[in-house]
């Protein structure tokens, strides 16, 4: 790997990335866990809002394994992976409020985020612009 690559890839983790990552990691377990447990649990009071808070988690988990991870291919990753998470959290955030009645159980992207303080409406922004930033993408 030629030098100003390793420098660039080297600065994914580094600082505010560190605490990206961070968050993102919390978010994918928080995500993840919640949305099995519904799944699992209470699959048939709402459906739909339980089986995509299941697939907000495994979108944390392919953005934080992405963005802590080197490389042109993983860059790639982040940014598509952060693209789709920002299209979900736009697209459910405005069914939520359009068609609530679709949605009688909240999803981590329900109303853009408001039960989590709009930060999944915020992170995949910060993430595009850290990748824009870090000249990763």
């Known amino acids: 790997m030629p030098a100003s690559e390793r420098e660039a890839a080297s600065g994914k983790t580094r600082g505010a990335g560190r605490l990206l990552v961070f ?14 447990f ?11 809002a339980y089986i995509l808070s299941l697939v907000a988690g495994a979108v944390y988990i392919v953005v934080t394994v992405a963005l802590a991870k080197r490389g042109a291919g993983w860059d790639r990753v982040a940014v598509g992976a952060l693209l789709v998470e ?10 939520s409020v359009a068609v609530p009645q679709d949605f009688p159980k909240d999803t981590v992207w329900s109303g853009f985020g408001r039960g989590y303080g ?17 000249h990763r993408s």
């Not at 709009?118 to 870090?134: A, D, K, N, Q, T």
């Open 23 to 36: 968050v993102y990691a919390i978010f994918a377990a928080a995500a993840t866990a919640r949305g099995l």
């Open 118 to 134: 709009f930060i999944p409406l915020v992170l995949p922004l910060l993430g595009l612009w850290w990748m824009r930033r870090s």
């Open 86 to 95: 920002l299209v979900g959290v736009v697209g459910v955030g405005a069914l």
């Open 38 to 48: 519904q799944v699992l649990t209470k699959f048939s009071e709402a459906p739909l």
